[in-house]
């Protein structure tokens, strides 16, 4: 999915609410409910994005626990030395499928630990090679599918590639825990912006007096700002979190990563961005109005 740019608080979802201006006059119950279920579409990406926050921590600590548990067994496997050069390549296969061996056992802890977390095939789907090649680097892939015996190297390097993989994950587990706290902060400005926006929006403009308008007036320019505020707040705040997990090329920052599979890749910007044009729209009416008074 091409993601958006960070900067542009417009950011915006697959399917529109409409531009229906909230200074129009209130028609009843129906109405009510039609602006009830905008606001709550306007808000429902803040909620997906938590759900999916809260779905990625949980695997990412199940794969950390699995990565340690895999760990734990390999050091308890055995270590051979390295065949010498006269073994003949019959011997060399006879020894490789032999159940039991180092190998074997190295496969085995791993199918069970790292591919054996609730979400393996949902997620991944990979046979046992890729999956290596994936996690670790081709060389070990084919060291530990191709290889005769476990050797003390082999050893050295699959526990040293395992710390990598367990630390990889604990720091996206940071950077997720403060994705959440961020997104959690600004979910709940803007909950409270657009609840009051629909206040502001419910009596129609004509039953108002100037006075009242122009109150509406600088209430509506005042949470404009407070839009403006938590956009460049959040800005803020994903440039520290991307940059703390060092990603490569291929992710320009942690909210492409989390959100990837969303209609939106930037939750709480498109929020704003929603808001904002509303917003505009209801402060515009009022100036209007505030014209015909004159």
Avoid: W
């Avoid at 990565?67 to 490789?96: D, G, H, V």
Wanted: charged fraction near 30%.
């Amino acid at each position: 999915m091409a993601a958006s740019d960070p900067s542009d608080p417009n950011d915006s979802e697959s399917t529109d609410t409409g531009n229906e201006s909230l200074s129009q006059p209130n028609g009843g119950v129906n109405k009510e409910r039609s602006k009830a279920v905008e606001y709550g579409t306007i808000l429902k990406p803040l909620r997906e994005a938590t759900e999916s926050l809260d779905l990625e921590r949980r695997r990412l600590v199940d794969e950390c626990q699995a990565f340690k548990a895999f760990r734990s067994r390999i050091n308890r496997i055995p270590t051979s030395k390295t065949p010498t050069t006269s073994t003949s390549s019959k011997t060399l296969q006879r020894q490789e499928q032999v159940p039991g061996t180092g190998l074997v056992a190295v496969r085995d802890a791993y199918r069970e630990t790292v591919m054996g977390v609730p979400h393996y095939e949902a997620e991944y789907n990979d046979t046992y090679p890729q999956s290596l090649a994936a996690e670790f680097s081709p060389e070990v892939a084919v060291a530990l599918t191709q290889g005769s015996v476990f050797t003390e190297r082999y050893n050295r390097l699959l526990c040293a590639k395992t710390r990598e993989s367990i630390e990889e994950r604990e720091q996206f587990i940071t950077a997720v825990d403060t994705e959440r706290e961020s997104l959690t902060r600004a979910a709940d400005r803007l909950r409270s912006i657009a609840e009051e926006l629909q206040t502001l929006g419910e009596p129609p403009l004509s039953d108002l007096d100037y006075g009242t308008l122009d109150a509406y007036r600088v209430r509506t320019e005042t949470l404009e700002s407070n839009c403006d505020a938590i956009a460049r707040r959040r800005q803020r705040e994903h440039a520290a979190t991307s940059r703390s997990l060092q990603l490569d090329d291929t992710l320009p920052d942690v909210a492409t990563y989390l959100y990837q599979d969303h209609s939106v890749t930037y939750p709480a910007l498109a929020t704003v961005g929603r808001l904002g044009d509303r917003l505009c729209d209801l402060r515009e009416s009022i100036g209007r109005e505030m014209m015909l008074r004159r």
